[in-house]
């Protein structure tokens, strides 16, 4: 079986279209808590309320930490997806810790991020456009098959 870490953006489906691709492979998909609004407040939720919103962010960031590393750090392959719309830092640090440990890393980008991803991009083993290439990325990596 092979561990896929599904990390970055949060606001499209995304990772269904890489799971429904890779439908019939032996791939667990993991990732971070999707649900915005747990995520942020998970700190306050579970360690007790801030007054103040930095303090709010830093406890959740921190127990959202704990999972991120913990499942990229169990991933074979992590596949870090960079919106349109938004920015998100934190997959560009997944992205860097991911390449770190050596672990197997694929960025997904639009053509236009180019130049602001370069030096993640020279990081990763793949760059796509699209999930459907990581979803034929793993199909390859399982079985040696091209699309098509």
């Known amino acids: 079986?092979?561990?896929v870490y599904l990390s970055g953006e949060i606001h499209t489906d995304w990772r269904d279209e890489i799971a429904a691709g890779a439908e019939g492979l032996d791939?667990?998909?993991t990732g971070p808590v999707t649900d915005h609004a747990a995520s942020d407040d998970c700190g306050v939720s579970i360690l007790g309320a801030e007054q103040d919103k930095f303090w709010h962010d830093h406890k959740g960031a921190k127990l959202n930490a704990i999972r991120t590393r913990h499942g990229?750090?169990?991933a074979d392959v992590v596949v870090v997806?960079?919106?349109?719309k938004y920015r998100q830092w934190n997959a560009a640090f997944d992205a860097g810790y991911a390449a770190a440990l050596g672990t197997p890393l694929i960025v997904v980008s639009m053509p236009d991020q180019q130049h602001a991803l370069k030096e993640v991009h020279a990081a990763a083993l793949a760059v796509c456009d699209s999930p459907a290439q990581v979803a034929q990325i793993l199909r390859y990596v399982m079985t040696g098959k091209l699309p098509g």
């Open 1 to 3: 079986m092979l561990t």
């Open 27 to 29: 791939v667990e998909f």
């Open 72 to 74: 990229i750090e169990m």
């Open 81 to 84: 997806r960079f919106g349109e």
